[in-house]
């Protein structure tokens, strides 16, 4: 094929084998953040790319090497949403949703970043978020955390590991920056282009470093944990509290900073050790100051973004059972006689039994043919009328698979038993 009529780098078709473990992922995270009252938000994919620089940051990596960015025909610079936090902010404030009361809220949407594709790391992929304004308290941290912890669950996955950490308040945030800059210049020789890059603008994200290299003296930098302020050590006991409380284990990290500039207080990524070094799973935090940067009123807010593409890898990683999406039957039909009675039959037993996942033949075809696409179509059983059926007004049943079967030979029955039979056998 031309190579220009090849998917773009990066960007994933998800073909119709693979989408019914999406499907099913994305229904459980759904009907999870709607359990715990959350409503969805849907923002557009196209956002002005001010929103992105101002929200997330100009020296994150996001902003400095990953959008996607272009000028519209007006000549207005515009970028496909990398994140869904800001566009939820921006939608929030346009809305007039943040003033004087509280909103949880959550999405489903496809990100784009231009960053190198691999296992777990695409150019266009997935996320489930959610984001709550005006709640200060850490109670709502910690509903947040139990909210991916009960995905994870609903969803059989194991050994999914749960890292937290404080960035503290802007003060002692800003306090710890001095001490890392002095620290990270005392080791100049030893930092890599972007932390050189960022040791004045941000050096809080060279621990965030992925460069093995630098590894050991990251491990060696001062502890942020040293320098919070009282009410965030307060904020921070009452997270792991609440957490101790619903049983949800989770390993204080030091040096975990989030790659956007939005966070304090809270941060925190759920991973796992199946992915290689596409682990993270879900990251988050809270994140009080991004209300502001955009041009609001103070609004504290918490949330966070799970990976689908790799939740998705882990479920097949891990062997996870989905629900079934083959048909139970597959109509066989012979004849045109047979075919028009028979596609009356089907709309009559999809009426009486909106559950039944029901395949019809069509287009025709011999015997042979029509049986071959139903074995094709994974279905349980054929329901097959000929002539000679339709004159009997009866039904044949034959037995597609050896694993879900209740006969294991077909059998014939009367068309005014098929009612029961579907119940009592087919659908249980
Ligand atoms: P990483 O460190 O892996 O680049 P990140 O810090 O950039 O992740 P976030 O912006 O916090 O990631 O996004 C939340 C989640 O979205 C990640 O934990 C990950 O599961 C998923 N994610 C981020 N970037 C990609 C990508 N390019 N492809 C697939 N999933 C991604
Ligand atoms: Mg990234």
Redesign the pocket.
Known sequence: MAKNLQAVR?MRDILPEQSPSWQYIESCARELFNSYGYNELRTPIIESTELFKRGIGDAT??VEK?MYTFEDRNGDSLTLR??GTAGCVRAAMQHGLLHNQQQRIWYIAP?F?H?R?QK????????A?IETYGIATPDIDAEVIAIGARLWKKLGLKNVHLEINSLGSNQAREAYREVLIEYFSQHQDQLDDDSSRRLHQNPLRIL?T?NPKMQDLVENAPDLLDYLDDESKEHFAGLKQRLDAIGIAYTVNSRLV???DYYNRTVF??ITSELG????????GRYDNLVTKLGGKETPACG????????QLLLEEQNLAIPDHSPHLYFVMLGEKAEVAGLNMAEKLRERFPQLRLMANQGSGSFKAQLKRADKSTAGYALILGENELENQHVIIKPLRQDTQEITQQISIALDKLNDYVANTILV
């Not at 070094?277 to 988050?284: L, P």
């Not at 966070?304 to 939740?311: H, S």
């Open positions: 990066g990596d996001i990953e990398p994140e990100m970043r960053e594709p777990g790391r695409y150019r266009g992929f997935y996320q978020g965030d992925k989030r790659g956007l990524e759920w070094s596409q682990g993270t799973i879900c990251a988050g966070f973004g799970i990976g689908i593409d790799r939740l």
